[in-house]
């Protein structure tokens, strides 16, 4: 029997039904009948249209076993959601229960172990801020208001991942309520095929309540932006893309094409601009106080990249625990569409076939391209891994526009298509599943001895396809 063929079929549950889970839990739900529903069922991405029968958020572990036991009584299915960012591929979501973790908030700082321990619902700027007290950092990503659970479960490429490898590579330890209800740990000790799924085979195997994982004993960082107008976008890609050859792997940046909305909020040297615009961290501190005089190796690494003359330049020392702000994603929800691939390599001809889609002389409805330079640690596998362990190829292409009509959707995800379409000679063996924003066949997402492990950790773990996730297994 297949996954698929195993799926709970099922009436959608009347709202009324709900009113047994309510009494057997502390935690909220909310149903079509209520006032709330509207703001309940609303993604992080606003272009999602999610309609479950009924949003649960639960208050702890022994809510989200009683949700899912709930589920299974009833054949309807369940999917975790703690922001929303990656709602694109889920659907419409009829039939399930969405659990939203929200008030899974709690953030356990162990200082003298180098780890801390996190409820499901927290976004990655609260566990930065709580480390900060303590001269400590994770790997998070570029976006404050990203989940830490999401974006574990699938890999995370942060600031410092081309020194220090993919975030869900610092787990250490998740726990879990399996589609089935049971409550487990996952770790190296524990349930380990778990471990090995979970870590990459994103939320497929049950709803997390909380993830453990190191940190790391760091102040400060060498960090920045350099923007020019996008004019200049020839000349700085390549210079980037030549910059990126063969650097030390304490560098991790992203080059940008950006094109900035008009927007109020935006100070007036952005807003309706366009740039090329080269962000990134380099790392200076391993632990050792050794960050002054590292900075200065740090601005002889960026030098050539200087020597081009930006329009706005703000590398420098900074704390690291204000590298959310370095790449200026969208401070709260917006309608957005986006993809993204990765690319074995950037010859001219990708440098040329991007700038012909989205460079100064096109019209696009894009708002960004972003190419983040991977390699290094992100592209050697993580001893004791899990099933994304490491990432392939050397750059990561992500491709978004803003969508906030059904009409700006339909141009973004044809602009977008076309620029996937445009690298697709330089495409890696398999993607990064928190950069596809669509449905993509689990074969483009995993290797074939991956898949088959993490096929056979769904049978055991949710045997009746309870568990609904971005990126399924089927
Ligand atoms: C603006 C922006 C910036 C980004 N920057 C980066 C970046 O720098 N680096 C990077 O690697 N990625 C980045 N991403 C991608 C991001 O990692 C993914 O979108 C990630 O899935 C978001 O996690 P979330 O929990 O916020 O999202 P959600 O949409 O809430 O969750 C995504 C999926 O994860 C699973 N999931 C979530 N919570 C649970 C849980 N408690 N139990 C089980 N499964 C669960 C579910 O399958 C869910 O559908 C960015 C995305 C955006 C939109």
Known sequence: MTIAESSPVAAPLAPEA????????????????????DTARQAWNLSADQRPDAVVAPSSAADVRAT?????????????QGTG????PLGDLADSILVRTTALSSIEVD?????????????????????????LIAL??????????????????????????LATSHVTTIEVVSGGGRMLRASATEESELFYALRGGGGNYGIVTAITFRVFAVRDVYAGMLMFPLERAEEVFSAWELWTRDLDD????????????????????????????????IAIEQGDGSGPERSAEAAALLAPLRALGAAIDTFGVMPASRLGEIHMDPPGPVPGVGDGITL???????????????????????????????????????????????????????????????????????????????????????????????????????????????RAAKRSYDPNNTIRSAHPLD
């Open 18 to 37: 709900f009113a047994a889970l309510a009494a057997r839990i502390d935690g909220t739900i909310t149903t079509p009948i209520d006032a709330e529903w």
């Open 68 to 80: 899912l036991l709930f589920a299974n009584e009833h054949g309807l299915r369940a999917v975790a």
């Open 85 to 88: 960012h990656l709602a694109g």
């Open 111 to 135: 200082a003298t172990a180098l780890t801390v321990r996190v409820g499901s619902g927290v976004l990655w700027g609260d566990v930065t801020a709580a480390l900060a007290e303590h001269g």
């Open 140 to 165: 998070a990503g570029s976006a404050p208001d990203v989940g830490v659970a999401g974006y574990l479960l699938g890999g995370g490429v942060s600031w410092f991942g081309r020194s220090l490898g």
């Open 250 to 281: 304490s560098a991790t940046s992203c080059f940008r094409l950006l094109r900035l909305p008009p927007l109020p909020e935006l100070p007036e040297f952005l807003r309706g601009q366009s740039f090329a615009v080269i962000d990134g961290a």
């Open 344 to 454: 074995d390599e950037l010859p001219r001809a990708a440098i040329d076939a991007v700038l012909e889609l989205a460079g100064p002389d096109a019209a696009t409805p894009l708002l960004a391209i972003d190419i983040r330079h991977v390699g290094g640690q992100l592209a050697v596998p993580a001893a004791d891994g899990g099933a994304v362990n490491s990432l392939p190829g050397r750059y990561l292409l992500y491709a978004v526009g803003i969508t906030p009509t059904a009409e700006a959707a339909v141009a973004v995800r044809s602009a977008t298509q076309a620029v996937l379409e445009a690298v697709a000679p330089w495409r890696s063996a398999t993607d990064y599943i928190n950069f596809r924003e669509v449905s993509a066949a689990p074969e483009r997402l995993y290797r074939t001895d991956t898949l088959a492990r993490l």
